[in-house]
């Protein structure tokens, strides 16, 4: 049986494909233009007199790492996030049996499955999450964060602050971190926003 879809009312379109290289790829070098980002983080981390940040929003995640999945769960679930101190290993917290999407990118030294504590995830076993992932936190701090003994983070609950205050551990918003390392672009990003206003110019 056929039925009429209204939501498709037409599925005879013809579509008109760009049959040519995405416009700027053979100029862009996508290897450093990831270095040059995570470098702009790591350096304003240190302006800010930061050693350490937490990265939860998947829009931040992307411009750190280059590492994409799940975004709009994500955006609403704290299950995916990243590690990133000025001096040691980025750690991508990647969501349970996924960590195999990221293995292509030489930045991230190192991927463990993500210690979520969301309600949505995990309903009654909340507060027990919490205490792993806090756990957890202090050990990588308690590495890398020695001598301020604060944190950046981007996105993030309260009774994560709260827990994270009883080790001893200050947070402060990531937001101006990032925000300002996008600030100066590279010449390869240049490339790229040249790119897509072309597409966006051609519809």
């Known amino acids: 049986m056929k039925f009429d879809r209204k939501i498709v009312p037409n599925t005879d379109n013809v579509i008109n494909f760009i049959n040519k290289k995405r416009p700027y790829e053979d100029s862009i070098n996508f290897e450093e233009l ?9 350096k304003e981390l240190e302006k800010q007199n930061l050693e350490a940040c937490l990265l939860f929003d998947p829009v931040n995640i992307r411009y750190a790492l280059d590492t994409t999945n799940m975004s709009v769960f994500n955006m609403h679930n704290l299950t995916r996030y990243c590690f990133i101190p000025v001096d040691g290993p980025t750690i991508l917290y990647e969501f349970f049996n996924c960590e195999k999407f990221s293995n292509h990118l030489h930045l991230i030294d ?9 309600y949505f995830c995990h309903g009654s076993e909340t507060d027990t999450q919490l205490k792993k992932w806090v756990n957890e936190i202090k050990d990588i701090t308690d590495t890398y964060c020695k001598n301020t003994k604060r944190i950046a983070i981007d996105v993030i609950n309260g009774p994560a602050v709260e827990e994270l205050n009883k080790i001893g551990l200050s947070v402060v918003d990531a937001k101006s971190v990032v925000e300002q390392a996008r600030v ?5 990003e240049l490339q790229c926003l040249k790119a897509a206003i072309e597409v966006a110019e051609k519809g």
């Open 34 to 42: 990831r270095s040059y980002r995570l470098n702009r983080v790591k």
């Open 110 to 118: 190192e991927i463990r499955p993500a210690i979520t504590w969301d």
């Open 184 to 188: 100066i672009k590279s010449s390869d």
